[in-house]
């Protein structure tokens, strides 16, 4: 059973009278465990419909199912716990919280869960060193370099071990070196551990680490097609 | 999220705005150290003037001429000149009024004191020599005058320790001539240091007979008061009913609503002076309320820009699992741990005021001042603050809460 069914799925944003479509019905489903590829132009709607996907917002027409459930199922405190438990972001800027270590940004998302306190310091330790930054644990977030910091927030998405992965242009900041390792171990996520991730990206060559590319264009799906060649971003470091 | 969470959450992020933190509780500060400093010196002032109050001694009572003044308009009816010497005749007659131990007349003026070169403005007050009784105050050099200097209207004056160390300085006084008003009065009597006894500060008088300071000092024939002393406190309010019945006769008066004097006893004034201070008081701490209002206004336009300079905190946040209520919880917090920091500090700075303004009173003034801190002012000064914080901290709250936590993470 797929873990997100998209159909038909709307959104308009309605400001001051005037009526923008963004997306214009776009239907398809991911299986768990899969890694889809969300590529597009800027203002194609990729980044619209990952806010749909991640209940960052709320779609205007058409039906968005997670988990079986369709999303006006899920009340506003089921929403917040769905993004805690379950969903885990990563972002193009980082957001980490300025002047606060990197282990307490990463048990952030811990304060909003029901996880009991004296496991936080232990998850989070995991979750540091499973991106490899355990040597930066009590640095704060402003003495990271840019890959660390991605790191940092792909170790709080982590944190609460959610189903699905939302990254958003996640190495859109980043030098190529640094954008390799995040793409490595954003590949591991779906590899080693098993969780779903939906990646956004307007590069093809970033796209192409994922087993499956949606390309969008003017809020409607252009294409969805399984990527034959794919990027192992590990073999770099291989070599 | 846990209480202890959101508090540390809070704490955090004013951390993160140490010097902006600190200003905006500035109004508040400042208004609770207005309400402590003025309730402290208020409940001072309160006890000072109680104590001066007590002063008068539980046994004294005091006739005054004219009607109890009720209120703006009565005053135009006080008649001034209704107390005579027949009334005092007839209060002193045991047949009319029964325990009263003490009696005198009493005449008061601020006149010119002079002696050589030296001229002073000073309190004279018109006595019978019983008013050494009833105040308990006895010449330290020399002795009061007598029941005859009274009949005699002599030109005689007791004076006080300060009236004396200013007119005479190191030099003796006793049988020099001063001049009251450009009258000669022999100084026969130095009252030792006592400073205020019931109505009057003692080193601060002349005394003259009464019959003299009303003819050739005032030129009148009434009195200013009547101070009387009852023989035991059990006995006072019997003694006044008898006073009221006996001036009512003499005075042809059958209705009290009439009368023309009124008697005030230590309890009477003890009352009144309670309430003028408490509504003092009130007024006062109103008006550094307004202070406080000005100061919650602050605190919710900081709070504001607060909430939009960290929508992106905000939106991550809730990307991360904040729900609304948590996002309140902690914008809230922030406010109120503000605004009680605002009251803590307020009322340790309105303490310390307090403090030094005792200080000030009590030595540079010489005033039988006691530093009182009522509970009552910084339960007062807890819980306003913190309730300013709950009120203009909610608006500001309530944006940061229902922001989409997509646009908070959008906004540049």
Same mark, same amino acid.
């Given at each position: 059973m797929a873990i997100i069914e998209v159909k038909d799925l709307e959104k308009t944003y309605y400001n001051d009278g005037v009526d923008t479509p963004v997306l214009h019905g776009v239907s398809f489903s991911v299986k768990p465990g899969e890694f889809v590829a969300i590529m597009g132009p800027s203002g194609s709607g990729k980044s619209t419909l990952l806010h749909l996907l991640g209940f960052l917002d709320e779609h205007t027409g058409g039906e968005y199912r997670f988990d079986g459930k369709t999303a006006d199922e899920y009340s506003k405190e089921e929403i917040s716990k769905v993004r805690n438990k379950k969903f885990g972001f990563v972002f193009q800027a980082f957001n980490l919280l300025a002047r606060t270590t990197v282990l307490e940004n990463v048990k952030l998302p811990l304060l909003y869960s029901d996880t009991p306190e004296e496991k936080w310091d232990d998850l989070a330790r995991q979750a540091i060193e499973s991106v490899g930054l355990s040597h930066r644990?009590?640095?704060?977030?402003?003495?990271?370099?840019g890959g660390e910091k991605q790191r940092v927030a792909i170790a709080r998405a982590l944190v609460n071990d959610p189903l699905v992965v939302f990254a958003d242009e996640p190495t859109g900041n980043l030098d190529s070196k640094s954008g390799k390792v995040v793409m490595d171990i954003i590949q591991q996520l779906s590899e080693k551990h098993g969780k779903t991730v939906i990646l956004i990206t307007h590069e093809t060559y970033t796209a192409e680490h994922a087993e499956r590319i949606i390309t969008m264009r003017d809020g409607n799906i252009e294409s969805d097609k399984r990527v034959e060649h794919r990027h192992i971003a590990r073999d770099h470091f291989k070599k | 999220m846990t209480i202890r969470h959101s508090l540390k959450t809070a704490l955090n992020g004013l951390q993160a705005h140490r010097s902006r933190s600190l200003l905006t509780i500035l109004g508040i500060v400042i208004g609770i150290t207005a309400i402590i400093l003025v309730m402290s010196v208020g409940r001072g002032a309160e006890d000072l003037i109680l104590n001066q109050v007590r002063g008068l001694g539980s046994r004294t009572i005091i006739i005054a001429p %004219?009607?109890?003044?009720? %209120?703006?308009?009565s005053f135009a009816e006080i008649s001034t000149d209704s107390l005579k010497l027949k009334d005092v005749e007839a209060l002193k007659n045991k047949a009319n009024v029964q325990g009263l131990k003490e009696l005198t007349p009493a005449v008061m003026q601020v006149s010119t004191v002079a002696f050589e070169n030296e001229s002073v403005r000073k309190n004279v007050l018109g006595a019978s020599e019983l008013i050494a009784k009833i105040l308990d105050i006895y010449p330290r050099e020399g002795s009061f005058f007598t029941d005859e200097d009274i009949r005699q209207k002599a030109s005689v004056a007791i004076i006080g320790s300060e009236v004396k160390e200013k007119l005479f300085g190191a030099s003796d006084a006793l049988g020099e001539k001063i001049k009251i008003k450009g009258r000669s009065f022999r100084v026969v009597g130095v009252l030792p240091p006592?400073?205020?006894?019931a109505l009057f500060n003692v080193d601060d008088i002349v005394v003259v007979p009464y019959s003299t300071a009303q003819q050739y000092l005032m030129g009148i024939n009434y009195f200013n008061m009547i101070l009387a002393q009852s023989e035991s406190e059990d006995a006072v309010p019997r003694v006044v009913r008898d006073i009221e019945l006996t001036l009512r006769e003499t005075h042809n008066i059958d209705d009290p609503e009439k009368d023309d004097f009124h008697v005030t006893t230590q309890a009477d004034a003890a009352e009144r002076v309670s309430a003028i201070t408490s509504i003092l008081t009130i007024l006062l701490v109103s008006v550094a309320a307004i202070s406080l209002v000005v100061g919650g206004i602050g605190i919710m336009n900081i709070m504001l820009v607060s909430v939009t300079e960290r929508t992106r905190e905000i939106g991550l946040r809730k990307a991360l699992g904040a729900t609304e209520k948590d996002v309140l919880t902690q914008f809230l917090m922030e406010a109120v741990i503000l605004t009680a920091l605002g009251g803590i500090v307020g009322i340790l700075l309105g303490v310390g005021f307090s403090f030094i303004a005792s200080l000030v009173l009590s030595k540079i003034f010489l005033l039988q001042w006691v530093f009182t801190v009522p509970l009552s002012a910084v339960l007062l000064g807890l819980g306003v603050s913190t309730a300013i914080g709950l009120t203009f901290g909610l608006y500001p709250a309530r944006q940061a809460s229902l922001k989409s936590p997509m646009e908070a993470l959008r906004y540049e």
């Open positions: 644990l009590d640095h704060e977030s402003s003495q990271l370099s | %004219g009607r109890e003044p009720t %209120g703006p308009s006592k400073g205020q006894v």
